[in-house]
């Protein structure tokens, strides 16, 4: 008798050809938009950036060069010392390794679009939105930067930054590039009036005893791959709401009505909407995996660890079909499907990383998602498909089969009584 309602409702969803495209269409859609749009950022791909960036410098630099060479010569200082500071200011020209060796190298050059403006071009240069920055180099930069540093005199000079807020990733990457310069700067000069040598300061690969190991070396996973395993533990949740509707509608219809009065007892169809939603889950999982392998490469390491993991969730879809029947029955309303189909689905997905990995950003997170069913499958699919084997998932599918064990006890005292059911 419960293979008949299996029967029964198989066939309801195998004679409803529109929610079946749906239910398999739209994972396969999504995997393809997320995977292309997302993948760069996800696998450290290169990302398109275009900084366009005015650099404005006031005064010659050699000129202060000279200018403060000559100020030392004419100096009081010992003649080692003098000579010290002429052999450290030979290679001493901030402005020209920013403009030429950093923001103008060849690392940066499809990144950074270097223009030299003149200073009385400044006001049109910052009304002009295409900048995502502007650098201004104030005059006597160079001469009072080196006269602090070697004569202690004054205070170093001050470049300015305007900042485009409208490219937010253009000026954050100028202005991290500046810091960082800035760093390198003061460690260089330190260096240099301490007598330290350019060639003390690098390191010989060489000279390094040993060998570089890779600990806990697993496959990596593509972005495809990850929104294949993404979007299908998400979008099979949507089997429990449909499977949740479809008995509602019986209800409606009295057909459940007409199996009570067949003298089939109603625990026969409660098990038969488990069985039901846990069949269609598998077979859900099973096709849209199968689809991802053809369109996508998407491939199993260890296909009874894949096995293990797609029957755990699809026994939680079973839990979560009888349940929301249970309700649906208690309520005598659909409510209750379209809030799980509308709400709950879409807060499982983002908590379980479905969309992206969230865990990444918030251990909190990852915690909470681990305990949803799509998180918990999300997280043993990954595994696999780095290459650990079965151990790895056992805790995910143990907690997947305890959720629906506790869902099926919920739905099991909710679910109304003989003389309860209208």
Known sequence: ???????????????????????????????????????????????????????????????????????????????????????????????????EDILGSDELKNIIDLEIIKPREKANVLNNKEYAAVIEVPENFTYQTLKSIYLKKGTTGEI???????????????????????????????????????????????AIIGETVTINQKNPV???????????????????????????????RHVFNRVILADVSRWVYFIGIFISGTIVGFFHLSIVYGV?????????????GFFVVTLGLAVSVGGLSVLLTAICFRLNSEMITNFFGSIIVTVFAFLGGSFFPIGDLSKAIQVVGNYTPNGAALTAYLAILRGD??????????????????????????????GQIV
């Open 389 to 418: 084997g079965i151990s790895a998932v056992l805790d995910q599918f143990a907690f997947l089969i305890m959720f629906a064990a506790v869902l099926v006890t919920i739905a099991a005292i909710s679910f109304p009584k003989r």
């Open 160 to 206: 300015q930054v305007y900042k485009n807020e409208g490219n937010q990733l253009g000026s954050t990457i100028v202005t991290g590039i500046l810091q960082e310069y800035q760093e390198q700067l003061s460690f260089s000069t330190f260096a240099g009036k301490q007598g330290i040598t350019e060639e003390a300061l690098q390191v010989d690969p060489n």
């Open 1 to 99: 008798m419960i293979w008949i309602i299996v029967k029964k409702q198989l066939l309801v969803f195998w004679r409803n050809p529109q929610q079946l495209l749906l239910l398999l269409g739209l994972p396969i859609i999504l995997i393809a938009i997320l995977g292309a749009s997302l993948g760069g950022l996800m696998e450290g791909g290169p990302v398109s950036i275009d900084a366009k960036v005015a650099f404005i410098e006031h005064g010659n630099e050699q000129t202060q060069i000279d200018q403060f060479l000559n100020e030392v010569e004419n100096s009081k200082l010992p003649k080692d010392a003098i000579t010290a500071i002429n052999n450290s200011t030979e290679k001493m020209t901030p402005i020209t390794i920013l403009k």
């Open 292 to 304: 991802s392998w053809v369109l996508f490469g998407l491939s199993w390491p260890n296909p009874l």
């Open 222 to 252: 593509t972005a495809k791959n990850y929104y294949a395993v993404g979007m299908a533990v998400m979008n099979v949740l949507f089997i429990a709401s449909t499977i949740g509707s479809i008995a509602f509608l019986e209800k409606r």
